[in-house]
């Protein structure tokens, strides 16, 4: 898949937060391009420490906004929208509603399709189910390893 850079994140954070587009007549400075592209880091950082890890390249180093992302271009708008509301935060403004939502909900969607599922053991005291037979003559509701003294089934 195409990756975008960070800067386009950034860019598009900048424009659906208000704070820089054509249609706004604002330009984004360069420092508040370097902020939001701090909060990408640092918001990425959180979600890869929380155990939600997309794929991001960190280089907290030498970031700039030309580096390649590591995010699949389908997958960019929920990182960036993540992005216009930390930035609208920052910048001391309110979060529109329609932008929550569509936050929100692109969030979910993002948590879906990186989501990946624990799978758990049995529990070795657990009863394996009705109409289980015993094959052992120890009273357990499992079948011991045969490497386990005793025998197994």
Do not use: C
């Not at 935060?89 to 929550?100: F, K, S, T």
């Not at 990946?116 to 052992?136: C, F, H, I, W």
Request: charged letters at 20%.
């Amino acid at each position: 898949m195409a990756t975008v850079t960070k800067g386009k994140i950034v860019a598009l954070a900048l424009r659906k937060a208000g704070l820089a587009s054509v249609t706004t007549l604002n330009t984004a400075d360069p420092q508040m391009q370097l902020d939001a592209l701090e909060d990408l880091e640092a918001m990425l950082g959180q979600w890869k420490g929380t155990g939600f890890d997309i794929g991001y390249l960190f280089d907290p180093a030498t970031a700039s906004l030309t580096q390649d992302s590591g995010i699949d271009a389908d997958h960019y708008l929920a990182v960036a929208l993540q992005l216009a509301r930390q930035t609208l935060i920052d910048n001391q403004r309110d979060i529109p509603d329609e932008l929550a939502n569509q936050a929100h909900s692109t969030l979910l969607q993002l948590r879906a399709a990186f989501y990946e599922p624990v799978y758990l053991q049995r529990r070795n005291d657990m009863p394996t189910g009705a109409g289980n037979n015993k094959s052992a003559e120890w009273n357990r509701f499992y079948h011991q390893n045969t490497t386990e003294e005793g025998g197994g089934a």
